[in-house]
């Protein structure tokens, strides 16, 4: 028996060691290569969308521009799906590899509808009188937008976890790096997006759209091959089981035991290392004292502690299980606040597009610069912010605050709303400038007409929303990825999508309305002329909207507290963990102190 148990330890040490030889720096090339190709795949297809659908497809501005919008929206209310599939059973290397080969099928769909002359109306130079696209090729159009929204739903919601899976992300390690790994993954992307616009979009109008969507088609495959190649070397966490499933049992279990008093020591509440193993590889959630009602999930009653049975988890929830469920409902109200910002920054791909082709866009007398690649200002902003932030903001930041990242992820949220609200309101002085060259000019009337001010009027606006991006997306994204469960990783990110989705839909409602109520006057948003249109009164609602806003964000930051977990280091067994977490005497009383301070190391 003893020799079995040696064989079992020796084994046991043997899994061990391979599962830490997998992973690192050295997966980053496959992982990363999959998600560069699918950005630069997704930006070149989605960038000059609303010139595809307007230029060739002759759809009017705002169903062109809702249409963009609703499927911007779907595309980031699917990663959901995509998250609970991995989190649940599927696990995020599969659940990657899936929703890439679906969303080449869209791109290759989309492909062949732009090089057959059937499958796309007549074209229209004049603007005039045009043959908008038929039924048939509408169709055609939104299956393939389907398509790609249905395969984004496996990849973005997987992609940075499954990268971050492959690093210990323990606070104590991620201090010590000296680099923070969301930074220099936005900055990949960023890369990515840059070589999208300054090339996919150049060849889209210059060249034809058969190679202008072929291109990114190609760079997909090239993804899939990329992420394929380096799957032995990748670190696969075992799904957990369903975490919808999960916060449903501690709900009913609460709900059931609602009458039960919940006892005044917090250590007397129900935990068992070996059922939370695999939702907390990293270390256990510890218990708080916020949202009591729920921790009656975890009461013991005498009937359940005699029984020799498994629990009935619909009856009975660890206190990590609990936390879980605290946890979540932590994050949703300064989650939701990102919704706005996402509203706010819509027009970017819509209305200031159609400005910049209004306007004078020639670097030389032979070479102008397409609408859509002014984006590339933006992601100019976010690069060059990106090392700034990191070489100097940072260290500067944290001799003040003494914060290893420099400033909280919800500091930086709340910079990146301020700076989004300057953007917007530069945005409609600018066109109020726009506006007042054309009436001098005479050239309200003559919606073709060139504008003579330079589109470099549009770049301030750009930038400061790429430097929005740097606080708010990416310290969202690391909001998210901290404060969330660890087996809820993918879930979480997803519902950084889900912001993006309902902003985008919150966009498409906001622009109805206005288009449907300022008409019978003189539209902000007219279909044909936007010279004839109050895009600038459009740009002062979103800025109102926004200061609201960020006040509720103030209001939820000041209030949030930060989740408390038990972190897990190699070294100690388990039963000096426990004396860690618990206090000198390994009585638990430590519980209700650990929920004040955030994190405590355990070593196993």
């Not at 169709?139 to 210990?168: E, H, K, M, N």
Request: with cysteine; hydrophobic share 45%; net charge neutral.
């Amino acid at each position: 028996m003893s020799k079995n148990m040696a064989e079992d330890g020796v084994e046991e040490k043997r899994e061990i060691k391979k599962k830490k030889e997998l992973g690192g720096l050295r997966t980053m090339p496959f992982i990363l290569a999959n998600e560069i190709c699918d950005r630069f795949a997704s930006t070149g297809f989605h960038a000059n969308m609303i010139t595809y659908l307007t230029e060739v497809l002759n759809m009017p501005l705002v169903p062109a521009s809702n249409t963009l919008t609703n499927f911007g929206g779907t595309a980031s209310f699917t990663p959901l799906i995509g998250a609970l599939i991995a989190d649940s059973f599927a696990g995020r290397f599969w659940t990657i590899l899936v929703g890439s080969i679906i969303y080449e099928l869209g791109l290759v769909s989309i492909t062949i509808s732009s090089v057959l002359p059937s499958l796309r109306p007549p074209p229209c130079p004049t603007k005039e009188n045009c043959k908008e696209a038929s039924d048939l090729q509408l169709w055609i159009l939104y299956i393939s937008l389907l398509l790609t929204s249905l395969g984004t739903g496996g990849i973005r919601p997987c992609v940075v976890t499954f990268a971050a899976d492959q690093f210990d992300m323990s606070k104590s390690k991620v201090a010590s790096r000296g680099w923070n790994f969301f930074n220099w993954y936005y900055f990949c992307m960023g890369m990515a997006t840059l070589s999208a616009l300054t090339i996919v979009v150049y060849i889209q109008d210059n060249v034809g759209w058969g190679w202008g969507l072929g291109l990114p088609t190609i760079a997909m495959s090239l993804s899939i091959i990329a992420f394929l190649v380096g799957s032995p070397l990748y670190k696969k966490l075992k799904p957990g089981g369903s975490p919808l499933v999960r916060l449903a049992q501690v709900i009913v279990a609460a709900v059931k035991k609602r009458k039960a008093d919940a006892p005044t020591d917090p250590s007397l509440l129900y935990e068992n290392k070996e059922l939370d193993a695999t939702i907390s590889v990293n270390g256990r959630l510890i218990h708080t004292d916020q949202f009591k009602w729920l921790d009656k999930a975890a009461i013991v009653t005498a009937g359940e502690a005699t029984s020799s049975n498994p629990p009935n988890l619909w009856r009975l929830a660890t206190v990590h299980r609990v936390e879980e469920l605290k946890s979540i409902v932590r994050m949703l109200p300064l989650w939701a606040a990102g919704i706005l910002h996402v509203t706010s920054s819509s027009h970017q791909h819509s209305f200031t597009i159609q400005q910049a082709r209004t306007m004078d866009r020639h670097l030389s007398p032979s070479f102008q610069i397409p609408p859509a690649s002014l984006s590339i200002f933006s992601i100019l902003a976010v690069l060059i912010g990106i090392v700034l932030y990191e070489r100097f903001f940072v260290p500067l930041a944290r001799r003040f605050t003494g914060n290893p990242s420099g400033i909280t992820s919800l500091q930086r949220m709340g910079i990146g709303f301020m700076v989004n609200i300057l953007a917007t309101i530069v945005a409609s002085l600018v066109e109020i400038k726009r506006k007042a060259v054309a009436a001098d000019h005479n050239l309200l009337d003559n919606p073709r007409a060139i504008i003579p001010i330079s589109v470099f009027w549009l770049v301030p606006q750009f930038a400061l929303h790429g430097l929005a991006e740097i606080f708010m997306s990416i310290g969202h994204l690391e909001f998210l990825y901290d404060q969330s469960p660890e087996s809820m990783r993918s879930t979480s990110m997803a519902l950084f999508w889900i912001a993006t989705a309902m902003g985008n839909y919150l966009s498409t409602l906001m622009v109805t309305l206005v288009h449907k109520y300022t008409r019978k006057s003189r539209n902000w948003l007219p279909d044909r002329n936007l010279n004839r249109g109050r895009l600038d009164y459009y740009y002062w609602l979103v800025t109102g909207i926004q200061v609201l806003n960020l006040i509720y964000y103030v209001i939820c930051a000041w209030l949030y507290t930060y989740k408390p977990i038990e972190e897990v280091v190699d070294g100690m067994e388990e039963d000096d963990a426990d004396l860690a977490r618990g206090g000198k005497d390994g009585s638990g009383d430590g519980d209700v102190e650990l929920a004040r301070t955030g994190t405590v190391q355990a070593q196993r």
